[in-house]
């Protein structure tokens, strides 16, 4: 037994594919006297299949008691007939939920071989590393009252943006607990000049930086203009903390400034558990590719780099974590690229498992 517990769920389609790269890397690291204890248990269609529920009530009690699980992606055609409570995505959806995973990471980080990748000038986001934290268990998707009524002969519809002060203060110690591992740098977002869940965001963080991390630069920005500087020099930002809606909006315009889907990886963290790790799940933004499942054709960085994040957030392995993003950055120089990376020029794309060796190839050459 190590004292670094951490549960992984492959999913379905490619997911499987994807995680049999970072078991190489976990291993590797074995190899170095950093080893993990290491669990492995279905998810998704793969535990429906197995047992007749998305997600097995001891996988749930599992996920609650590691450092950290690490998922790869839920759901396929074959699902699409199941009844809603038990598809591949409700596994997810309760593991998400039962942890009471508040803040959802998404860094937008760009690796020089692939700054042309982007729609952005190659200097606007050449080296870019920046992190949206997202609060994903409040806001206007949750709050009351909401739905669609009658008034009059004309419909209206409404949602409710509702925050509480406590439901702010987690999500913000969230991205100052992140900078300081980081750039200690946090910009916190919203409409305060419009809202008064907006006035109380602003508040609620700012009193959390005085009390608790005065020695993380805070500043604050409307969401709006927010948008705008993320297009015009995203590099100005470390930690972006928002609300549930706008976080939406911001994480996904932040990680297209740097490509593809197969590179993205994300977080969801929750309170801090009784050793001070944060509870955590991590896992890579895409799904599990169906149309490519079974080809060797997946690319593994989504996969590898959430792995990173783990070591870094989860694990206070930060040097580990920089490590793999190196090796990551190293192969992609090298002109290694999956089918996803590649434009219409002739190169040969590399498989799955190529791409997870040549990383770890890196990693022991480092
Ligand atoms: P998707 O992300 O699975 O695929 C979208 C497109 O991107 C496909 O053309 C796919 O081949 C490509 N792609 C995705 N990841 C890639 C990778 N690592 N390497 C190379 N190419 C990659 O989204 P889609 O097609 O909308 O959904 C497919 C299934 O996945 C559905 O059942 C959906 O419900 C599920 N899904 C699951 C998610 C999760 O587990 N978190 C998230 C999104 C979708
Ligand atoms: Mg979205």
Not at 107 to 122: G, I, N, R, T, V
Not at 234 to 244: G, H, R, S
Not at 314 to 330: H, I, N, P, Q, R
Request: glycine letters at 10%.
């Amino acid at each position: 037994m190590t004292n670094r517990s951490l549960l992984i769920l492959p999913g379905d389609g490619i997911g499987p594919e994807v995680m049999a790269e970072v078991r190489k890397i976990i291993d590797w690291f074995g190899t170095q006297g950093i080893a993990f204890d290491v669990s492995e248990d279905l998810v998704g269609g793969a535990a429906y299949d197995a047992h007749g529920t998305p997600l097995h009530d001891d996988t749930m009690a599992k996920a609650q008691e590691v450092d950290a699980v690490l998922l790869g992606a839920v759901g396929g055609p074959k699902y699409d007939v199941l009844d809603f409570s038990v598809k591949p995505e409700r596994g997810l959806l309760r593991l998400r939920k039962e942890m009471d995973l508040y803040a959802n990471l998404r860094p937008a980080q760009c690796f020089d071989a692939l700054a042309d990748f982007s729609s952005l000038k190659k200097d606007v986001v050449a080296g870019l590393d920046i992190m949206i934290v997202r609060e994903l268990t409040s806001g206007v998707y949750f709050g009351e009252p909401r739905g669609i009524h009658k008034e009059g002969n004309e419909r209206v519809g409404i949602n409710t943006q509702r925050y509480t002060e406590s439901e702010i203060a987690r999500v913000a110690r969230s991205a100052f607990e992140l900078a300081r591992k980081r750039g200690n740098k946090v910009c916190s977002m919203e409409k305060a000049n419009v809202m008064e869940s907006g006035i109380l965001w602003r508040d609620v963080v700012q009193e959390v930086h005085d009390a608790e991390y005065p020695d993380v630069e805070l500043s604050h920005m409307y969401a709006d203009a927010g948008a705008m500087q993320l297009t015009r020099w995203p590099k100005q930002f470390d930690v972006i903390v928002t609300d549930n809606l706008f976080g939406d909006l911001l994480s996904d315009l932040a990680a297209m400034l740097t490509g593809s889907l197969g590179m993205l990886p994300s977080a969801s963290l929750g309170a801090p558990m009784a050793n001070g790790r944060p509870k955590a799940l991590y896992e890579p933004v895409h799904g599990s590719a169906p149309d490519i499942a079974g080809q060797g054709k997946a690319n593994p960085i989504a996969c590898i780099l959430s792995f990173a994040m783990a070591l870094r957030y989860s694990f206070d392995l930060g040097d580990a974590a920089d490590k793999v993003e190196k090796a990551v950055e190293a192969v992609l120089a090298d002109g290694l690229r999956t089918a996803d990376l590649l434009g219409e020029e002739g190169t040969t794309p590399v498989s799955t498992a190529e791409m997870g060796d040549a990383i770890v190839a890196k990693l022991a050459a480092s």
